[in-house]
């Protein structure tokens, strides 16, 4: 049932950028190994690893996501989350239980949720007020009541198996190419696996853009969505006012998977827009 309500999912029209990212990294990955089959298979486990808990504490491993810890931030945040949480499953029932609240050590304001069970803020984010946290958390909430936080899992796991994939096979030209130069005491083979090296960089970089432009495309669209969900928890106006304040920010200096999502989000004023027609349409 989850598999195929998953697949319906990324066939939609605001996910066709993710699809055909998927798409065309299967395709490459079966390319890489002699056997089609076999590539396409470990492709299709490593993309139900991701999407299993063990992808999701992977995800949060790698972004520094810790469980609270630090009392303060257990008695300010706690209460926050468990409010949020509230009002989101009285709109969506489907939201799951076991939902947990991780904080990571960016000073760059923001959060981001994953999988099916995690939302994660930086420390940064406690420079905002009590009101302007409950609406980024419930507009994290969205993102799991839509359901589009699993494919932040499968897009961030499969550019882990190519980049990996892509890794090995320039470990192993460049080992061959330096060897047969040594063997051959030719300066030529040398410069030629150089050039091959440099070549397969600029390949693997090209590959990497594209495909962010790609995710990038079906992310913007889900944005807005979550920004709505919020509005029906009775954060809009909060929400509006984190996203002026997150409108300062300079996305630059954020790092990871953020620097990714927050380059891809629609322009604040925009979103700010939206959020104040549906302010008025209330």
């Not at 904080?103 to 940064?124: E, H, Q, V, Y």
């Not at 630059?252 to 927050?262: D, E, I, P, R």
């Amino acid at each position: 049932m989850y598999i195929l309500d998953f697949a319906k999912r990324l066939t939609k029209k605001q996910n066709i950028g993710i699809f055909i990212y998927l798409i065309l990294n299967t395709l490459l990955v079966m390319a890489i190994f002699k056997n089609p089959i076999t590539g396409f298979i470990i492709y299709l486990i490593s993309l139900g690893l991701a999407l299993s808990p063990f992808g999701e504490w992977i995800l949060r491993l790698q972004q520094g996501c810790k469980p609270l810890s630090r009392k303060e931030h257990k008695e300010r945040l706690t209460p926050l989350f468990n409010e949020v949480s509230s009002r989101a499953k009285a709109i969506d029932p489907s939201i799951p239980e076991g939902v947990k609240l991780f904080i990571s050590n960016d000073s760059t304001p923001n959060a981001f949720a994953t999988g099916r069970k995690t939302i994660c803020l930086t420390k940064g984010i406690l420079e905002y007020n009590d009101e302007e946290i409950k609406a980024i958390l419930a507009h994290e909430f969205g993102h799991l009541s839509a359901k589009d936080t699993d494919f932040i899992l499968i897009v961030a796991v499969g550019n882990m198996i190519v980049t990996a994939l892509f890794v090995i096979y320039r470990l192993f030209i460049s080992f061959v190419g330096i060897v047969l130069s040594m063997i051959n005491n030719s300066l030529s083979t040398l410069l030629m696996t150089f050039l091959i090296d440099v070549v397969l960089v600029g390949v693997m970089w090209l590959w990497t853009k594209f495909g962010i432009v790609l995710v990038m495309h079906s992310v913007r669209k889900n944005e807005y969505e979550a920004d709505a969900f919020a509005h029906k928890c009775g954060f809009g106006n909060s929400l509006i006012h984190a996203l002026d304040r997150l409108n300062e920010i300079d996305v630059q200096s954020a790092k990871g998977l953020w620097a990714n999502l927050a380059s891809s989000h629609p322009d604040p004023d925009q979103r700010i827009g939206k959020l104040q027609d549906l302010q008025e349409a209330a």
